[in-house]
């Protein structure tokens, strides 16, 4: 038997995009222009064209891509919504999809009624759905509400509950598009809990998403789409870097070329690397976690009292922050040679998004744009939610629970202890 | 070994780790006698859901009228009254001696059925468009509630039409059992018409559109508010082509009468009613493999 749970093999579906014709001016126009327009063969448009790869159980699969390049037609041909032109879709075991939680809900109808007509549209028997009411419900914190029509939920609730009734599913193959952005923070961790929970019992996963952070954290291998072919397999570390090259575009402002021509380059700066705290390079990083960026350089004369510059640029072109050697006294003087300057930030400070990198050796005081070499623009850093806050950056912080007490001399040692218990580091 | 209970055996067998699992193959598709048994197959899998969207079907319908499932009762009640008054004050019909509200309503009951579901059949797939772009289960599940929804409608108008026997003296005979295979056939004939135009009316809306004239058009040529013998002998040939009006006759003649019911007849309904069910059946499916596309 075939330990593949999910074969593609050649798939391709086309859809028939219709031209919209303008209404003729006569109604007897109009409709003989609708008789042409059914007669004519319309463009044809392939969302997936010829595509194909497996999935072997116990697998979790990740498939990223801009909008339009074939994801949501590869989740719905999976799931049967649509059938393929062309090719073949093997599916080995029960498999479901977690698309759009609250499908077929209907608002007069009480949440426990809910549960029964939802779950019978996700392919549940009834006695199965009987027999996991009380879990479902205990899972959407819903247990006072169970019996109110739908139309008095919040969506918060209401979110809850779909999601609750598909993550009982219990399938053999998974299917999950951008479900993780439902309901609060702490909503969504018990969501993904639940997934991990459903990989670490060996379901077979695909995961359809925009959300490369949650992507990196689930699969363990991804497929990167474009205009509804497969350009690139491999390991998600590897697809994800590579896609986030490839798509970062920028308000690109023209670079000062002059400027850059006649710098007097004794000192050139040769290549870049930000690394992880294993010290693993990538180019996406979490807010919050340790980054290190390490500027290569060679230098073909002395330099006296240089300065190295890292600059972040966010995609509207604004400068967002610096990393810079002039601030603590100490001095680089540049001999002849090749050489590295290492920084260390303990807590990456910048919000979600892609930043734009310039490098820059200068001498100490030198006025912007009288270098000694810059690098404009020459990499990219994506930032994935970490440490999320609101506002326009993390400030790395620590703090502490302190309660007063009445009877400060009795219970002072309880407190001190408590104190040092509570007292952590975000 | 029952469709019934593989079904259920497979359950059982995917309940177990290591059991085989159940492969399921898709592709474009194409008219094969095994992937009709296939898309059979799976309805059977999703009963539970023809069950439960059946009931909510029925629950729903009344749930914010005054009067609630009495609807089902005054729509065939109310029509008998009208054309009562029309062919019983107005003009006289000859029914061969029974009182015409009976006559007419013993008609009306079998006809309200087969006219209300159409009517909401028809819109079964169009008015689900958000259901079916993200989930799949067997679309004909949509029209198919319709039809059972209808049918409970029928069962609760039936009390009206025992109210009314007793009221005018009709005694019922034991070939009144014949409205149960009357009823299987309409079922199936009620069905087949519900498939062919809910597929169709996702890509040509004008099916819905031209619904209430369909049927009114259709409602003359049944014996509904006549009997079959009205009918001059020269048209009868074509005129019978229709099913309902074998389903509909027989049904007055076995109720009202106590008649057999003409076999000849009530055969071509039949014959008709299962070929077009099947033929409904494939365009159905053809149509739903890119229904999701259209919607």
Known sequence: MSNLDLEFNHVSKRYRVWQQQEAGLTTRNAFVRRLQSLRKRAQDFWAVKDVSFEVPRGEALGIIGHNGAGKSTILKLLSNITSPTSGEITIRGRLSALIEVGSGFHPELSGRENVYLSGSILGMRRREITKKLDSIVEFAELRQFIDTPVKRYSSGMYVRLGFS???????????????????????????????????????????????????????????????????????????????????????????????????????????????????VMASSFCSGEPLSVRVEYTADEHVEDAVFEVFFYSQDGQLRCQLTTELSGARIDLEPGTGAVEFYCPELSLLPGAYTVDLTI??????????????????????????????????PHQWQFRREEKDAARNSSHTERSLGELASKV | MSSNTTAEQIEEMLARPGAPRRVTTLRAPSLTLKGLTGDFFKLVQYRDLLYTLSVHRIKVRYKQSVLGAAWAILQPLSLMLIYTLIFSLIVRMPTGGTPYAVFAYAALLPWTFFSTALVNATNGLV????????????????????????????????????????????????????????????????????????????????????????????????????????????????????????????????????????LTLLGLSTLISVLLLVAAYVYFKRVEATVADVI
Not at chain 1, 364 to 390: M, P, S, Y
Not at chain 2, 177 to 201: D, E, G, H, K, R
Not at chain 2, 227 to 241: D, E
């Open chain 1, 165 to 279: 009734i598909a993550a009982h599913l219990d399938p053999d193959i998974l299917l999950l598009d951008e479900v993780l952005a439902v309901g609060d923070a702490a909503f969504q961790s018990k969501c993904l809990q639940r997934i991990m929970e459903l990989k670490q019992a060996g379901k077979t996963i695909v995961f359809i998403s925009h959300d490369l952070t949650a992507v990196e954290r689930l699969c363990d291998r991804v497929l990167l789409m474009q205009r509804g072919e497969l350009i690139k397999t491999g390991p998600t570390r590897e697809v994800i870097s590579e896609y986030n090259q490839a798509t970062t575009s920028f308000v690109s402002s023209a670079p000062p070329t002059r400027e850059i021509e006649s710098l007097p380059r004794w000192a050139r700066i040769t290549d870049l690397a930000f690394r992880d705290a294993a010290g």
């Open chain 1, 362 to 395: 200068a001498n100490r005081g030198a006025l912007a744009g009288t270098a000694i070499d810059w690098q404009f623009r020459c990499a990219t850093l994506c930032v994935e939610k970490g440490k999320t806050v609101r506002g326009d950056f993390y400030m």
């Open chain 2, 127 to 262: 008015t689900h468009a958000q259901l079916i772009t993200k989930v799949y289960f067997p679309r004909e599940i949509l029209p198919l509630t319709y039809v059972i929804a209808s049918l409970f409608d029928f069962l609760i108008a039936s009390t009206v039409f025992a109210g009314l026997m007793l009221y005018y003296h009709v005694a019922l005979t034991m070939r009144a059992l014949y409205v149960l295979p009357i009823i299987l056939i309409l079922t199936c004939f009620v069905t087949a018409i519900s498939l062919f135009f809910s597929a169709t009316q996702v890509r040509f809306r004008d099916i819905g559109v031209a619904m209430p004239l369909l049927l009114q058009l259709w409602m003359f040529a049944t014996p509904v508010v006549y009997p079959l013998s009205a009918v001059p002998a020269r048209l009868q040939a074509v005129y019978k082509l229709n099913p309902m009006v074998g389903l509909i006759e027989n049904f007055r003649q076995v109720t009202l009468y106590g008649a057999s019911p003409d």
